[in-house]
């Protein structure tokens, strides 16, 4: 029950900016077809019984027959504005629920960790959200027509029949508590069984997705029968799923039909035959209660088909739901404070981290001062990537602070700390952009003068203006249209632009030839000057300018000094040098 509040909660979070407007289209739906289908079946009863009086002199009934037909006209034409007034106004309020809906759960998931879209496939995250649109939509459809018509006729159809004779109200009774009873029962099976469907449908879309994402691999080693293999399993539990919602359905439909044959077909129009067979009812009457009857047969009918429907949209909703439940680990405290740097002093107080069962840091303690240049050594699993993204609170500490200029990153917001570093990534990540908007992530508010002489410290404005398009060519997704080297290049020239006063290097010349990565170390150093920067490298020459070195192993920092002190120092700075295969420091030791 907690569940289906908070998604109502979410549905009303973007609803209610139109809530007025929503409430409008309510009343008229509540209004129009139960009037339609209730002054219809009275105006047929007035006209029978005047065709009745007056069939020995028919020219005469003419005067009696305007009032009927005058109204008939007045009900149409009502009945048609307010069809076309419902139909305006939802088409003016969808766009904008589902643009809220959309922007709502994006932000969400968006504000999450790179451990969680470690843990997610992007695709099941994306279709959770096309399938949370396309649910509030069906839902919004089905309870306007028939489900909320439909509740208002039965309870005014009650009411006329009382009137015209109290047994028809109490079979209309009967046979509405039953057809929907049978209806409710079912519901709950269904619920599940569709969530069940929802949830199999999206860890296979993500399956999919995840198959033409590395569809280099696919074609590289030609397994394409293999991945059909794979998805073969996921494809026969959403099958499975599929089935059996529907057949729940099925079974629902044929016991509600067994009511209707017998509430309807024989409950009211029996009696109704009896009735006016031995007079107790007019025949304008028996035409009434008979239209009136088979009208709202079909709007039952209709409602219990669609609260199928209805609730296997809730599932839908209440599945896609369960992305925004997923508690976000990099939120902002309650009154959280802007960073603002001056030096770019970096302290690690007492800081433990673990991945997992993997305990990595243990107590760290490291200090590094404003516009001191770090390089950071160590083989692969060392401790190095993640000590720098604590630094960027990618994750969160299990225990301790990290300070800059005194000031703990816990505390401030995530915007302000992102704003102060830039990091230079080892396998950059480019959009399915122009080239002109990739380099402008970094700072876009960037005038054009300063993003091509970002590019031309980077050593990209070349190779760029050589394509066809130049800036305004399009890397392909994750850029795949760009070389490992043009891309690390975008992501320098990024950084470049952001003009932070602290910069983080993964190896960041590691995809670049020899001679572009002396003209990028020359701009490097450059932008190095007066910014605290930290730099991880598996080439240690580059480390050779750096003000101090931290030797990493196992989460500890076993040394710290210059390059030439650590190298006649003789421990693991030394022997990693020694180690070192075409330059390249090697994954573990040897």
Not at 225 to 246: C, G, H, V, W
Request: hydrophobic share 45%; net charge neutral; charged share 15%.
């Amino acid at each position: 029950m907690t569940s289906y509040k908070e998604l109502l909660r979410f549905i009303w979070t973007s609803l209610r900016t139109q809530k007025w407007i929503f409430f409008f289209i309510f009343l008229l739906d509540a209004i129009t077809w139960p009037c339609d289908s209730l002054i219809w079946p009275y105006i047929l009863n007035l006209c029978v019984n005047i065709f009745t009086q007056f069939d020995a002199d028919r020219a005469a009934a003419w005067a009696d027959l305007t009032t009927p037909v005058i109204w008939a006209i007045i009900l149409s034409f009502s009945v048609e504005i307010s069809s076309r007034t419902m139909g305006f106004l939802l088409a003016k309020v969808m766009p904008k629920l589902q643009a809220d809906l959309r922007m709502n759960m994006f932000d969400h998931v968006t504000h999450h960790s790179p451990r969680y879209f470690n843990e997610n496939f992007a695709g099941s995250l994306s279709n959770k959200i096309t399938d949370m649109i396309s649910a509030v939509e069906s839902l919004i459809q089905h309870l306007f027509w028939p489900i909320v018509p439909g509740v208002v006729a039965c309870i005014a159809s009650t009411v006329v029949f009382w009137n015209i004779h109290p047994i028809f109200a109490y079979i209309l009774g009967i046979w509405i508590i039953l057809h929907l009873g049978v209806a409710i029962k079912f519901l709950r099976p269904i619920d599940i069984r569709e969530n069940q469907h929802g949830e199999a449908r999206s860890t296979l879309l993500g399956k999919i997705v995840d198959s033409f994402t590395n569809n280099f691999a696919v074609n590289l080693f030609h397994r394409f029968s293999y991945e059909k293999i794979l998805l073969a399993p996921f494809q026969k539990k959403e099958m499975d799923a599929n089935f059996a919602t529907r057949r729940y359905t099925q079974i629902m439909f044929a016991l509600i039909s067994l009511v209707f044959f017998f509430g309807n077909l024989i409950g009211i129009n029996g009696t109704l035959l009896y009735l006016w067979l031995h007079d107790h009812i007019t025949t304008g009457q028996l035409i009434q209660v008979f239209t009136i009857s088979w009208s709202l047969s079909i709007v039952v009918w209709m409602a219990s088909n669609d609260l199928s429907y209805f609730f296997r949209a809730l599932g839908l909703a209440l599945q896609a739901h369960s992305v925004m439940r997923d508690p976000q680990d990099l939120g902002d405290k309650p009154v959280p404070t802007t960073l603002k740097v001056t030096a770019g002093a970096i302290t690690f107080k007492n800081v433990h981290f673990r991945y997992g069962e993997h305990r990595l840091f243990e107590n760290k303690q490291v200090h590094i001062r404003g516009g001191e240049k770090v390089g950071l050594v160590g083989y692969t699993g060392a401790g190095k990537s993640t000590f720098v993204n604590l630094i960027l609170r990618l994750f969160p500490l299990q225990k301790g602070q990290i300070f800059i200029d005194g000031q703990n990153i816990a505390d401030v917001t995530l915007a302000s700390l992102r704003r102060q570093i830039a990091l230079i990534p080892q396998d950059p990540v480019l959009f399915h952009r122009t080239l002109y908007e990739n380099i402008a992530y970094g700072n876009p508010d960037a005038t054009s003068e300063q993003i091509y002489h970002a590019a031309k410290l980077a050593h990209c404005d070349l190779f760029i203006r050589n394509l066809p398009q130049g800036y305004d060519a399009k890397v392909g997704e994750r850029g795949t249209k760009l070389s490992g080297g043009e891309k690390q290049r975008i992501a320098i020239a990024r950084a470049i632009l952001a003009d932070t006063p602290i910069l983080i290097l993964d190896e960041a010349t590691s995809s670049l030839d020899s001679l572009t990565e002396r003209l990028i170390q020359d701009s490097l150093d450059h932008i190095m000057t007066h910014r605290t920067t930290l730099v991880i490298a598996h080439r240690l020459s580059t480390l050779s300018r750096m003000d101090r070195i931290l030797v990493f192993d196992k989460g500890k920092i076993v040394e710290e000094g210059t390059h030439t002190d650590l190298l006649a120092h003789n421990n693991l700075y030394a022997k990693l040098w020694n180690m070192q295969v075409g330059g390249f420091l090697p994954n573990q030791p040897i």
